[in-house]
């Protein structure tokens, strides 16, 4: 496997993280949710962007597909503006813009369109211009597939952040987003990096678990986070609640997890600046 870029781009603006593996049941919008929720409980402003039809990470945080008007859908389309489409949580210093129910469309409808792969880019643009919502960070929950939705999340990130468990159909979905993430870049995004890859639903018991963590980590070197994030099931239990986990149980294994992975970025991102 070629080695990543990690690149600090050169622009203002909050940074901006896609939680994306092309793989499904890696633990994606688990982490999208919690690694939001945990930066914002550190008192970072953090804005949780919904891109999969499934509204997971939406639901997760108190807005099921039933109760959004307007959300992800109209944003990309053109038809509602960032500030019409932002929503409060009950933390503070996170607000989401969740998926409505029209977003399982969207990729029909974007294909239909001139430059499709930018809408979200420009959809995006006042987090970058004076006097627009001021954000640290912005986290994306993309889909499970390499759709029109995913590469225009990819398009306007700043780095990836991959989720995946430890296990050998993994490691194949890991190389396949390696390889979009090297077109993208060619194309479309040249200053896309990975921000780093996460251990999710780590059994520390088996070979084959211990095999794959020691192979991804000599392949990426630097780039594989010291936290894993174990199988627990308060974890699983909290998006139900419509809770984040480090509201839902904060003493938990898993809420705690999400916190040190939390450390970890910012303690990355202290190291770029």
Do not use: W
Not at 35 to 44: D, F, I, Q
Not at 247 to 266: F, H, P
């Amino acid at each position: 496997m070629a080695a990543v870029s990690t690149r600090r781009p050169a622009h203002p603006g909050p940074r901006i993280v896609a939680i994306s593996n092309q793989k499904g049941g890696e633990g994606k919008t688990t982490t999208a949710v919690n690694l939001a929720a945990s930066l914002a409980a550190a008192e970072h402003r953090v804005l949780l962007l919904d891109m999969d039809p499934q509204a997971n990470a939406s639901s997760s945080v108190g807005y099921g597909r039933g109760q959004v008007e307007q959300g992800t859908y109209e944003l990309l389309l053109g038809h509602a503006t960032l500030a019409d489409v932002i929503k409060k949580t009950e933390l503070p210093a996170l607000d989401v813009v969740p998926a409505s129910a029209d977003l399982a469309g969207a990729e029909v409808e974007l294909v239909g369109l001139e430059r499709p792969q930018l809408m979200l880019r420009g959809a995006l643009a006042s987090l970058r211009e004076a006097g627009g919502p001021t954000y640290e960070y912005v986290i994306l929950d993309c889909p499970p597939s390499l759709g029109m939705l995913t590469i225009n999340a990819l398009v306007v990130a700043d780095s990836v952040l991959i989720p995946m468990q430890a296990k050998y159909f993994s490691l194949e979905g890991l190389g396949a987003l390696q390889g979009t993430i090297a077109q993208v870049r060619a194309a479309l995004n040249p200053n896309l990096s990975v921000e780093g890859i996460l251990f999710c639903m780590f059994d520390p018991r088996t070979n084959l678990s211990q095999q794959v963590v020691k192979e991804v980590r000599q392949h990426f070197a630097g780039l594989v986070y010291e936290t894993m994030i174990p199988i627990n099931v308060r974890l699983s239990e909290s998006p139900s609640h419509g809770k984040p986990a480090l509201l839902y149980d904060i003493e938990s294994r898993g809420a705690q997890a999400y916190l040190e992975l939390a450390r970890e970025v910012l303690a990355r991102a202290e190291t770029r600046a």
